[in-house]
Each structure stands twice: as C-alpha cells, then as structure tokens.
C-alpha cells in the first residue's frame, strides 16, 4: 500500500458527459501528479500540483483539469467525454516540488461508453 | 517522440533464472531513472531508481546497471520467482524539472515455475 488513495476504483459514463475523479496524496506529500494509462500510449504524464499551485502540465487535454485543494487533495475533472478518454487514471504524490521519488495510488478505471 | 525506448516488450524466464530488461533514453537532461512494478488491476510500484552518478544500485535481488555514454539503463532480476511475474516500466525525469515522468512502454514478465 502506496499510502495515496484514489476514488472511485471504477466509473462508467457516456460520452459527452463530465466526471471527477478524486486522489488523497501520502501524508506529508505536497506534490501531486496525474497520469493517464492506456494500451496505445502508455504511462503518460498529465499535470502536477505542488502545495496547491499548478507546476507542470504534460499532455493534458483541455477537456481535462485539476486541482489541488488546501487539505492537498486534488480532483482531476474530465469533461466532453470521449470513447477514446477510456483509460486508467492514477494519481501519485511525492514530498517537494521536483519530479523524484512518485508513489502511485491505486488507479481509477474510466469507461466511457 | 518516444524519449525512453524499452525492450523487449514481453519476457519469459525460467524460475531461478536472470531477467534482464532494458531502456534506452534520448533526453541527456534527464538525471533520475526509477524503475516500477505493476500487477494487475494495481498501480505502478516503485522498486529501484538510480541517478548518473553511480554505474550500478543494487537493492536485494533487483539491479540497475546505467551507461551514461550510450544512454542506456537495465534492470536485472536475479534468481526470478513467479511473484515477480509483472509488468516492469523504467522511467526518467529531469530534477527539477517540469515535466513528470516519462515511462518506457512496459515489459511484461513472465516467470515460468
């Protein structure tokens, strides 16, 4: 156990619609990142929060957005939803700022039918 | 552009055997490479990292052997069990960088009993 918790552990939508997925870093961490896995890209980094600010984005879409909130809980919202966004979603947290040292929550199963 | 390139993409071992796993990066920036462990249905472990500054890090069974002129790292398993039957991904950033991780495309492992 990693210590970052992740829910849902599974969603199911439609396409066009909009969810929230929500991730619990370690305790201590301050930094929080989101990825996106899928067969045909892989691990793909999306954006990182430190402390509550955005940091870095990867190849996020601007359909996608997230945020950090005081308690440093973030929550990734999909929004437009397309087959395609069906994917894995993790969420890892790591002590400071730098990109070193992740730990990767369990992982949230998006299907959008 | 697929800056960390690894090989092969699925592996089987014999039980007792050495798993050699390989990855190959583009970015010379780059100066932290970790190496994850996924089972299924769970979220990428971290295992072991090393940084360029050393050839070679050893943490019990697992090792990473690092050339830093031909751009290259491995991972090796020795004495492979079946509970080491997984999917390995390496990794590289920059510290202090911006840009999250950047996963090689996964090596699933099989070690047969």
């Known amino acids: 156990d990693s210590g970052v918790t992740q829910t849902p552990k599974h969603l199911i939508t439609a396409t066009g619609q909009r969810v929230t997925l929500r991730c619990s870093p370690r305790s201590g961490d301050l930094s929080v990142y989101w990825y996106q896995q899928s067969l045909d890209q892989g691990l793909q980094f999306l954006i990182q929060y430190y402390n509550g600010e955005e940091r870095a984005k990867g190849n996020i879409l601007e359909r996608f957005s997230a945020q950090q909130f005081p308690d440093l809980h973030s929550e990734l919202n999909l929004s437009s939803l397309e087959l395609g966004d069906s994917a894995l979603y993790f969420c890892?947290?790591?002590?400071?700022?730098?990109?070193?040292?992740?730990?990767f929550g369990p992982g949230t199963r998006l299907t959008v039918l | 552009q697929q800056q960390v390139k690894q090989s092969p993409q699925s592996l089987i071992v014999q039980k007792g055997g050495i798993s050699i796993i390989n990855c190959a990066y583009e970015n010379t920036a780059f100066d932290y490479f970790p190496w994850y462990q996924q089972f299924p249905g769970k979220g990428p472990a971290l295992l072991i990292a090393?940084?360029?500054?050393?050839s070679e890090k050893k943490e019990g069974r697992f090792t990473i052997s690092f050339n830093k002129s031909a751009k290259q790292f491995s991972l090796h398993i020795m004495d492979s069990q079946p509970g080491d039957s997984a999917t390995y991904f390496c990794a590289a950033s920059r510290s202090g960088g911006a840009d999250g991780l950047t996963f090689g495309k996964g090596t699933h492992l099989i070690i047969q009993p």
């Open positions: 890892a947290s790591s002590v400071g700022r730098h990109t070193d040292t992740q730990y």
């Open positions: 090393i940084r360029p500054d050393v």
